[in-house]
């Protein structure tokens, strides 16, 4: 028979740690700066979740969706926009970090590769990173373009998680079909975190559990 537990189940939250991390995420948020070069990083001197994935899958936008705040980080309908990593600060608590996409088809290769480069250098040396948040388009899953993120990931070692966006693009149902067929792909990478969430910044969709969740895995009280 299960004894009762308090342990945390993975991907399921209490009432409470719902509503402590709603009035966490609800605290003032700022831009605090834009870094090309890695000697322009902020002192690691708070704990730190980052985004990553494709430009264009929804990064800025969910970062704005997460504290409430239409123009925080800027979304753009133009891939590759977001070419620095940008660091946010949320009450001096947490920082989010949003990192630069990969997969820029109007890019140079050397651009590409000068920001490729500056988000693997921050991803291998942040002693202060928590977890990193790979977003992939929930009409998509994971495609070969996300294998070196993935990849780089795992040798890094960063715990990370796989975000799942845009779910109010897809038909009832078919966003947890992505989500198993997910779950089953990163199953045996070392660094995952075997939980996918399946998030609309459009809707709301998944907010409330993500801010649970980076709440939960970074130990920030509010
Ligand atoms: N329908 C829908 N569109 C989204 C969602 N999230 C982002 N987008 C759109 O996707 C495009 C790229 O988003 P953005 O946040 O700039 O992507 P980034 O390049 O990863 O930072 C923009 O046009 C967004 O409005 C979502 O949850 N639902
Ligand atoms: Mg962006």
Redo the contacts with the bound molecule.
């Keep these: 028979m299960d004894q009762p537990s308090d342990e945390p189940k993975v991907g399921e939250y209490s009432d409470t740690e719902i509503e402590q991390a709603r009035v966490l995420f609800a605290r003032p948020a700022t831009f605090v700066l834009g870094c090309a070069k890695i000697e322009q990083l902020p002192d690691p001197d708070l704990p730190e979740i980052a985004f990553a994935?494709?430009?264009?899958?929804?990064?800025?936008?969910?970062i704005?969706?997460l504290v409430g705040m239409h123009k925080l980080?800027?979304?753009?309908?133009e891939?590759?926009?977001?070419r620095e990593v940008n660091f946010f600060d949320l009450d001096g608590r947490l920082r989010l970090v949003?990192l630069p996409?990969y997969g820029w088809a109007k890019a140079s290769k050397t651009t590409v590769k000068k920001f490729q480069d500056l988000g693997r250098d921050y991803l291998r040396g942040r002693v202060t990173l928590k977890r990193v948040y790979l977003?992939i388009d929930a009409r998509h899953g994971l495609k070969k373009v996300d294998d070196d993120a993935l990849k780089a990931l795992d040798l890094a070692a960063v715990s990370y998680q796989i975000i799942l966006?845009?779910?109010?693009?897809l038909k009832k149902g078919e966003a947890e079909k992505v989500q198993a067929e997910t779950l089953k792909a990163i199953s045996k990478r070392p660094a995952a975190f075997p939980a996918v969430l399946v998030?609309?910044?459009?809707?709301g969709t998944g907010m409330p559990e993500l801010r649970a969740e980076i709440m939960r895995s970074t130990g920030v009280e509010i």
Excluded: I
């Design positions: 994935g494709r430009s264009n899958v929804g990064k800025s936008r969910l704005n969706a980080a800027r979304a753009s309908n891939p590759g926009r977001t949003d996409g977003l966006t845009k779910a109010d693009k998030t609309s910044a459009e809707k």
